[in-house]
């Protein structure tokens, strides 16, 4: 009776050690997949930033201004905090 409860310690342990190493192995491939995702998100949204700018005969000067003033206040904002933080 003893060699049989000691067997099913050495399953227990067993056990034990193959459920680490799946988890192990899940977070692994989980981490690496989500990376991947995020690349490729980041390409995407390169991509169509990239194409944002439209050709000037597709919208009106008066909008276009408008949206470049705004680009101009954002990019100042974030140059103003980061000296300020600095």
């Given at each position: 009776m003893?060699?049989?409860s000691s067997l099913e310690a050495v399953w227990d342990v067993l056990k034990w050690v193959l459920l680490v190493l799946a988890t192990g192995f899940v977070a692994y491939v989980g981490r690496f997949g989500a990376q991947w995702l995020i690349e490729r998100w980041r390409a995407?949204?390169?991509d169509v930033s990239s194409?944002?700018?439209p050709p000037e005969e597709q919208v009106d000067p008066?909008?276009?201004a408008k949206v470049e003033?705004?680009?101009a206040k954002?990019?100042?904002k974030v140059?103003?905090?980061r000296n300020k933080g600095g």
């Amino acid at each position: 009776m003893d060699g049989n409860s000691s067997l099913e310690a050495v399953w227990d342990v067993l056990k034990w050690v193959l459920l680490v190493l799946a988890t192990g192995f899940v977070a692994y491939v989980g981490r690496f997949g989500a990376q991947w995702l995020i690349e490729r998100w980041r390409a995407r949204r390169a991509d169509v930033s990239s194409d944002a700018s439209p050709p000037e005969e597709q919208v009106d000067p008066e909008t276009w201004a408008k949206v470049e003033k705004k680009r101009a206040k954002a990019a100042a904002k974030v140059e103003k905090k980061r000296n300020k933080g600095g």
